[in-house]
């Protein structure tokens, strides 16, 4: 009985139409319609010519994240949002204890001296909204 209660709702789409207007139904073909219609949305060519210019600034260098922006960052994080990929929840991080914080800062630190996000970080979960 507590498990029926505590599972949370999760739409799922069982029919769609393709760019052709043909009802699909099967899983596969519903998945490979939205990862077609995703990726022309989201990996366009730009017709704007590329412009080789260097810029030179005089503003010094942003200073790397400090311990206590970190803490600021996390608290100002949303409850109740699902978790991603890595199946963290937002409120883990919003209430952390100082450990984890500093865990995170090092990670934080180390990606901005390497100055490369994480291939894993780029990674969506996009739930369709029905009309």
Not at 67 to 73: M, Y
Not at 88 to 115: F, G, M, P, Q, T
Request: proline fraction near 5%; hydrophobic fraction near 35%.
């Amino acid at each position: 009985m507590t498990k029926k209660l505590t599972r949370k709702f999760k739409p799922k789409t069982t029919i769609m139409k393709d760019k052709n207007g043909t009802l699909i139904t099967k899983e596969t073909e519903i998945a490979r319609e939205f990862r077609a219609m995703f990726q022309t949305l989201l990996n366009r060519t730009s017709d704007l010519p590329q412009i080789n210019t260097e810029y030179i600034s005089v503003e010094p260098e942003d200073k790397e994240p400090s311990l206590q922006e970190i803490g600021v960052a996390s608290k100002m994080l949303k409850n109740n949002k699902e978790v991603g990929n890595d199946e963290i929840a937002s409120e883990l991080l919003k209430y952390e204890r100082d450990n984890l914080k500093i865990e995170i800062w090092k990670v934080i630190k180390e990606i901005w001296v390497i100055e490369k996000i994480p291939e894993d970080w780029n990674t969506s979960i996009i739930c369709p909204i029905h009309k």
